[in-house]
């Protein structure tokens, strides 16, 4: 499985913007397609944006397109999410994950059996 380590949460207050980085480790991030998803507290986790592993097509919930972008540079083992545009209701826990099986692209989260440890954005209003 992949390993994947997120940074850049923080405090910020709304209107403003904040990019998470999420490296993952081994020779095989290029074949995995990664994903964002957030949970606040008393919630269930929910999808953000994801990436497919082939094209780099994307997708992203409803609640934050427009406004969020998600990328890859897969010769740094790196996903990004670029969240611009803050909002208090985007206060969460940020995971990156990555599938369980390489080669498919998904953002259906019971396919996603790898997790980094999260990282907290706090959005004041």
């Known amino acids: 499985q992949v390993q994947l380590v997120e940074s850049g949460g923080g405090l910020v207050q709304a209107g403003d913007s904040l990019r998470l980085s999420c490296a993952a480790s081994g020779r095989t991030f290029s074949s995995y397609a990664m994903a964002w998803f957030r949970q606040v507290p008393g919630k269930e986790r929910e999808f953000v944006a994801g990436i497919n592993w082939s094209d780099s097509r994307t997708g992203y919930a409803d609640s934050v397109k427009g406004r969020f972008t998600i990328s890859r540079d897969n010769t740094k083992n790196t996903v990004y999410l670029q969240m611009n545009s803050l909002k208090p209701e985007d206060t969460a826990v940020y995971y990156c994950?990555?599938?369980?099986?390489?080669?498919?692209?998904?953002?259906?989260?019971?396919?996603?059996?790898?997790w980094g440890q999260g990282t907290q954005v706090t959005v004041s209003s």
């Open positions: 994950a990555a599938p369980t099986a390489p080669y498919k692209n998904t953002y259906y989260q019971p396919d996603f059996g790898s």
